[in-house]
């Protein structure tokens, strides 16, 4: 497709469990970022990527969240052990290193 | 590293009325600058965005903004605001290596 593309789009999941997020960027976008949106937030940084290197983990909560990016495009973020504070929508978006983003419509997570 | 501040968390207009939302930044050299729009419910949406030039840049939906160096602003305007205008409104910053940092936002109510 033409945009950013999240999936899924709505995770329900017992603490404890671990999940797995996946962004789909805009063929040709060398930056992907994810930010975590709790409700009625603002965006919280997590962690940036350009190409597959990630110079800025910094906002990575805690050593439960990791991320990847493979072949310049798909980007997985893991959340092992899930707990009810990790429950937000999590927003990825990818730019052409001009610093304009296009975000993806999120992942809704519900940790229960 | 590069800040943004949105001194304002609630803005409340009437519909039909003017409307400026501040932002200042911090940021060491030229910085590129944005505002994004998220309705409720919505992902995030780009209104307009500054990288060099003219300083008062024009977006979608009527706003415009203008980057003022002297003062580290860029504050978002528009003439007569719409009920469809209510939503939440981030400012965001970009280095020239395409890192982007955001501002914790500031929702608008129009009043009727």
């Known amino acids: 497709g033409a945009g950013v593309s999240q999936s899924p789009s709505n995770k329900v999941t017992e603490k404890g469990k671990d999940v797995e997020l996946r962004c789909d960027p805009i063929s040709g976008h060398t930056a992907l970022y994810w930010y975590r949106q709790r409700l009625g937030q603002g965006l919280e940084f997590l962690i940036y990527?350009?190409?597959?290197?990630?110079?800025?983990k910094s906002g990575l909560p805690s050593d439960r969240f990791s991320a990847e990016r493979t072949g310049e495009s798909v980007s997985t973020l893991t959340i092992q052990r899930t707990q009810q504070e990790d429950s937000a929508v999590y927003l990825c978006?990818?730019?052409?290193?001009?610093?304009?983003?296009?975000f993806g419509e999120g992942s809704r997570l519900t940790v229960l | 590293a590069q800040s943004v501040t949105q001194p304002d968390i609630h803005i409340t207009v009437s519909e039909g009325a003017s409307l400026e939302l501040r932002c200042n930044y911090s940021?060491?050299?030229?910085?590129?600058l944005f505002w994004y729009v998220q309705s409720p419910g919505q992902g995030l949406q780009l209104l307009l965005k500054y990288f060099s030039g003219d300083t008062l840049v024009q977006g979608i939906k009527g706003f415009e903004a203008e980057f003022k160096r002297s003062q580290s602003s860029f504050n978002l305007r528009k003439p007569s605001v719409h009920w469809s205008d209510a939503a939440e409104y981030f400012c965001?910053?970009?280095?020239?290596?395409?890192?982007?940092?955001f501002g914790d936002g500031t929702t608008l109510t129009v009043k009727p």
């Open positions: 965001a910053v970009a280095t020239n290596a395409g890192k982007s940092t």
């Open positions: 940021y060491g050299a030229t910085p590129y």
């Open positions: 978006a990818s730019s052409w290193n001009t610093g304009e983003l296009f």
């Open positions: 990527f350009q190409g597959n290197s990630a110079p800025d």
